[in-house]
């Protein structure tokens, strides 16, 4: 199915789109550039149920998923949970192409562009703080993003939102304000994840306008500096404080999303956390506190020592490495939904993968803006790292703790 068939389809019937974070953003902004209006989202996350995520209404997807088919048609804009959403469209009557398709069949990847490779944190879970060799520091500058989204946006010209972000911080690039105006300018959402745990104003940032703006954070209070490491529970709180404010008066529409990350023994903090959400009017998002990157979990099944800060992580895990590899297992004959993202660094390379970290996992020397992208997509389709990913089942990892529905099942939120 493409796109103009799509827009035939919305003369007569409802688009739905099942993922309201952005895969969801950029779809939304693509198809409304082609003139096909949504009549809203559908979200699996009880948090933003019944909210107004960029003008849009979320439904739980049971609402829909129980009209007439023929009276709907759904696009999945879900970043990692494609095939689980797919089977829950069969299971309910819907077929695939005639009912429901998967944003990312329109159009080739879901760019990252990593426009900062430095942090200011050194989370534990994070290979910022767990790995002892790190890809070379740097920004991308303003001038050179302008490039790599001129590149992008005419070799896949769906493209309608874009991560600025993967295992950098963002707001320390001193040209981010510009990045995110060129983003603006191209007519492509710009989206962003910090730790805000920055003393410098970010003001700039929020008045030109990002899409979304997310926060990760884990704990409350001093917790949140244990695996927050090297961050200032008070400078948090007070960014999250000037964030709301800066919102409110430069850009209301910004939509703002806390994720947290789970850890064990934390759930009154995570109760405060919820508070905090509400009284700033942040949606909040909840995951099983994952130990990345994929290299680590690599080094773990083959046996090899893991630094102290990754072990300390499997020590406050809720869900092990050994339980969700085993949950990945399971699904192992699925298709790896990372494949379907492309992470290009601060200093224009492609990765062969964006839950990889070791610097020399990159598809080609080459400049990002020298390689055509049917090169990229041979490259990548052909992978070594991607086999020995696919053999062990390590393409199914993140699903396991991206999984909200499973945080829910273990009742994580009560019972450690
Ligand atoms: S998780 Fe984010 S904030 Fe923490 S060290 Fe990694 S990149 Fe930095
Ligand atoms: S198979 Fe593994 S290396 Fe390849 S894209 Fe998926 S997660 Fe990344």
């Known amino acids: 199915m493409n796109l103009e068939e799509v827009k035939k389809i919305s003369e007569s019937r409802d688009i739905y789109l099942w993922g309201a974070r952005r895969v969801g953003f950029s779809t939304l902004n693509s198809l409304a550039k082609e003139g096909v209006l949504v009549k809203g989202f559908l979200d699996s996350s009880p948090d933003i149920q019944g909210t107004v995520v960029r003008g849009q209404p979320v439904f739980p997807p049971n609402e829909i998923l129980a009209k007439p088919p023929a009276d709907n048609f759904i696009v999945i804009t879900s970043e990692l949970h494609v095939n689980e959403i797919s089977n829950v469209c069969d299971e309910s009557g819907l077929s695939h192409n005639k009912d429901y398709i998967a944003a990312l069949e329109l159009q080739t990847y879901d760019y990252i562009v990593d426009v900062s490779g430095v942090c200011n944190l050194k989370c534990l879970s994070c290979p910022r703080g767990n790995r002892r060799i790190h890809p070379k520091p740097g920004f991308m500058s303003a001038s050179h993003f302008e490039k790599v989204l001129t590149k992008i946006v005419r070799e896949d010209p769906l493209t309608g939102a874009i991560a600025l972000y993967n295992l950098g911080e963002p707001l320390l690039n001193p040209e981010f304000p510009e990045i995110v105006e060129i983003c603006n300018s191209k007519g492509v959402l710009a989206t962003l994840s910090s730790n805000i745990n920055i003393k410098k104003s970010f003001v700039d940032t929020i008045k030109a306008k990002p899409a979304l703006f997310r926060i990760s954070a884990s704990g409350y209070g001093s917790s949140y500096e244990i695996t927050h490491r090297g961050g200032n529970w008070n400078l948090f709180l007070d960014n999250m404080y000037k964030l709301n404010y800066w919102r409110e008066k430069y850009n209301p529409e910004m939509q703002v999303e806390v994720f947290y ?143 909200e529905s499973l945080v829910r099942k273990k009742d994580s939120l009560y019972k450690n």
């Open 261 to 403: 990350h789970l850890y064990k023994d934390r759930t009154e903090d995570y109760q405060k956390m919820a508070k905090l959400c509400k009284e700033l009017n942040f949606s909040l998002r909840v995951c099983h506190a994952a130990l990345l990157a994929l290299d680590n979990i690599n080094s773990f099944l083959e046996g090899e020592t893991l630094t102290e800060e990754a072990i300390k992580t499997m020590e406050l895990q809720i869900l092990s490495v050994t339980e969700a590899m085993s949950i990945a297992k399971k699904t192992q004959n699925l298709p790896c939904t990372v494949l379907s993202s492309l992470a290009i660094t601060w200093d224009s390379k492609v990765m062969a993968c964006s839950c990889w970290y070791d610097p020399k996992l990159r598809i080609s020397d080459e400049d990002f803006l020298d390689i055509p992208l049917e090169k990229i997509v041979r490259l990548r389709n052909s992978c070594e790292l991607c086999k020995l990913c696919r053999k062990n089942g390590l393409h199914r990892y993140f699903n396991a703790y991206l999984d």
